[in-house]
C-alpha cells in the first residue's frame, strides 16, 4: 500500500494511476481481501466536513470527479470504497450502500454495511446492532451504479 501523503497529496492524474492499480490488484482478489484493501485505502484520504449530500445520490460525483477533487469528505471515503469493488467487478451481494445516523459524531452519512452485521463508517467498524449508528436509508446497486 501507497504511503497516503503519496496518495491524497500527488494530484489528480498520479490519484487516477495509484487508484488503477489498487482496482488492477483487487480484480482476482475474494471479496473479505478485496474490501479490505479498498478500506484501507480510501479511509486514509484527509477528510473535511461534507463535499456531497448523501441523501442526493443524483448529485454524488462519479468515480473519477471523486478522485480529481482535492476535498474528501465521510460520504467520499464510503462511495470510493464502493466504486472500487463495483469497478473490480467484485459480487457487491455481501455489501449494502447507506445513509447511517453516526450518533457518536452526530451526523447522517454514508456507510457501508457487511452481511449485515457490520456498519463501516469512514473512520470506523461498529456492529449494526451498536446504540451509536441508525440505518437511515439504503440504495439500491442500480442507484449507485447509475452514477458510473
Known amino acids: 500500500m501507497e504511503n497516503s501523503l503519496n496518495i491524497w497529496g500527488s494530484g489528480p492524474i498520479a490519484r487516477f494511476r495509484l487508484w488503477r492499480s489498487l482496482r488492477k490488484g483487487l480484480e482476482t482478489s475474494k471479496f473479505d481481501e478485496a474490501f479490505k484493501q479498498a478500506y484501507s485505502w480510501w479511509t486514509t484520504a484527509p477528510t473535511v466536513r461534507r463535499t456531497f449530500d448523501p441523501w442526493k445520490p443524483e448529485q454524488w460525483p462519479n468515480p473519477w470527479e471523486l478522485l480529481y477533487k482535492e476535498d474528501f469528505c465521510p460520504n467520499s471515503v464510503c462511495l470510493g470504497i464502493w466504486y472500487v469493488l463495483r469497478l473490480t467487478n467484485q459480487d457487491l451481494s455481501r455489501i449494502k450502500l447507506c445513509?447511517?445516523?453516526?450518533?457518536?459524531?452526530?451526523?447522517?452519512?454514508?456507510?457501508?454495511?457487511?452481511?449485515?452485521?457490520?456498519?463501516?463508517?469512514?473512520?470506523?467498524?461498529?456492529?449494526?446492532?451498536?446504540?451509536?449508528?441508525?440505518?437511515?436509508?439504503?440504495?439500491?446497486?442500480?442507484?449507485?451504479?447509475a452514477r458510473i
Open 99 to 145: 445513509v447511517v445516523s453516526d450518533r457518536e459524531q452526530k451526523h447522517n452519512c454514508l456507510g457501508l454495511v457487511l452481511d449485515n452485521k457490520e456498519v463501516y463508517l469512514y473512520n470506523k467498524k461498529l456492529s449494526i446492532k451498536s446504540h451509536l449508528v441508525e440505518i437511515l436509508n439504503t440504495f439500491s446497486t442500480e442507484e449507485v451504479e
